[in-house]
């Protein structure tokens, strides 16, 4: 779906009927940023079909050393027939945004409201750690910017470090960029580069 008639759509039969304020930009539906957490979501279009669009609510901390939307950490919107992608149909505007409303209210209420800042991040996904070396990046900064100089943040950090040395391959340029990022957290001030980290996240992303 073009992001003109998108954002059409998106004003005329979604806005006035979700929970929160919600702005949008080309594909993007998100939140005012409070505590350095970006809430959204993404209304990715199908290669196929103009007419399809998948949305996918995530979370992303701008303290992150990133400059993209990632999905790591979030959920698909499903259709109340729980398929994965919607249909944009001109003859049922009124009925999809009702349905969208529904989904995207929900969504709010069992997942996004549930982070808001760097500890709740931390907390809601620290089980999931090790599942890869980006879900442990994600939580152990997480865990630093909430405890920053705290004996558990400097721990998480050096798990990660121990777990980069045993189980990735260090001559990998993005493990080894999450390496050389967690030395310098370890070694400097931890809330003076997760501030410079996010800048530079808001001026990449424009938001």
Not at 49 to 72: C, R
Not at 124 to 134: I, M
């Amino acid at each position: 779906m073009k992001s003109n008639k998108l954002k059409s759509f998106f004003n005329k039969y979604i806005k006035a009927n979700l929970k929160r304020e919600w702005e949008i930009k080309n594909h993007l539906f998100y939140t005012k940023v409070e505590s350095s957490i970006l809430k959204g979501i993404y209304f990715n279009s199908s290669g196929f079909s103009e007419a399809q669009f998948e949305p996918m609510a995530f979370i992303l901390p701008l303290y992150l050393p990133k400059n993209i939307i990632s999905f790591n950490y979030g959920k698909n919107l499903r259709t109340p027939t729980q398929r994965q992608w919607w249909e944009y149909d001109e003859s049922r505007l009124e009925q999809l945004g009702s349905e969208l409303v529904f989904v995207i209210n929900l969504i709010e209420d069992d997942f996004l409201s549930k982070i808001n800042n760097a500890e709740s991040f931390y907390q809601y996904y620290k089980k999931d750690k090790k599942a890869s070396f980006r879900n442990f990046e994600a939580i152990a900064y997480s865990a630093s910017a909430a405890y920053a100089g705290l004996k558990n943040a400097k721990e998480e950090l050096n798990d990660l470090m121990v777990f980069l040395k045993k189980k990735e391959d260090l001559n990998n340029e993005w493990v080894n960029e999450v390496y050389k990022n967690t030395e310098k957290l370890l070694n400097g001030d931890m809330s003076a580069i997760f501030q410079e980290w996010e800048s530079q996240n808001r001026i990449t992303l424009k938001i």
